[in-house]
């Protein structure tokens, strides 16, 4: 290359522009994000989360008002909810006399309201009493249905019945079961009696208005009877209760000849 060529060349070199060269390449780190998606304005978010919840309250307050609108709902919340109208006491060692004593048992007293049935279940959970241990009733009765139910929890968890309180030592005191009571009492696997506690009976009838009060009565009489034969009472008891409206008290020889009573104890 001649001496011309060289100067030439290093005049292009020393240019302001100088050679063509790419621009450089931006790293893929760098590039622009994508411009960010619209979004709802915030009041209009708050709106919606409040509407939802409105309507979720209103679905319950509905639920609720269906609910304590049907015949003796509120009887039933009061019940189960505000006021039960049973009252519980568990007794680690209860002495029914020499022969049974140191039994746990959970002390049942007050009406049979119409929500017992839960409330006993609940009651039962509580005290932890196995099969053998005792409910020991002292009751004027209630709501037959709810009696029939506890019955059966009784009956179902092998647990005995007597009739009666008991004082802080766990001896038990004279006591009385009637009417709906009577059907708790049965459910007993086994039933003792407690000398001076008494059984009391009389026809059950409905206190709710009926098209046919013959028929409902006939009802009433034939679940009363199958209930009663289930649980190994003899259909005696329910001709006992058909005489008459009024409480009929048993006699001890009365109870145990109809083997609602079935231990005695040291009744003569």
Not at 52 to 65: D, E, N, P
Request: proline letters at 8%; a positive charge.
């Amino acid at each position: 290359m001649s001496s011309e060529d060289r100067q030439e060349e290093n005049r292009f070199r020393r240019s302001p522009t100088g050679p063509a060269v790419a621009a450089p390449r931006t790293p893929a780190s760098q590039t622009s994000p994508p411009p960010p998606q619209p979004q709802p304005p915030r009041h209009k978010r708050h709106f919606w989360s409040i509407a939802i919840f409105i309507l979720m309250v209103s679905g319950v307050c509905i639920r609720a008002y269906r609910d304590l609108s049907q015949p003796d709902a509120w009887d039933y919340w009061k019940d189960q909810y505000v006021s039960p109208s049973l009252a519980s006491q568990v007794i680690d060692t209860l002495n029914l006399d020499a022969s049974v004593k140191g039994r746990r048992a959970l002390f049942v007293s007050g009406t049979i309201g119409p929500a017992a049935a839960n409330w006993f279940r609940d009651r039962l959970d509580q005290a932890n009493l196995v099969p053998g241990d005792i409910v020991l009733l002292a009751s004027p009765g209630g709501d037959l249905a709810q009696a029939t139910i506890m019955g059966e929890i009784i009956r179902q968890r092998g647990l005995a019945t007597a009739v009666g309180s008991a004082d802080a030592s766990g001896r038990v005191k004279p006591a009385y079961c009637a009417s709906a009571c009577v059907m708790v009492y049965a459910g007993g696997k086994t039933r003792f009696g407690v000398l001076g506690s008494a059984l009391g009976v009389h026809r059950f009838v409905t206190t709710r208005p009926v098209d046919d009060p013959v028929a409902e009565a006939q009802r009433i009489s034939g679940a009363v009877l199958g209930y009663m034969t289930k649980m190994g009472v003899s259909s005696a008891i329910v001709e006992a209760m058909s005489e008459t409206r009024e409480i009929r008290w048993l006699s001890p020889k009365q109870a145990l000849a109809m083997n609602l009573v079935t231990d005695p104890l040291g009744n003569p």
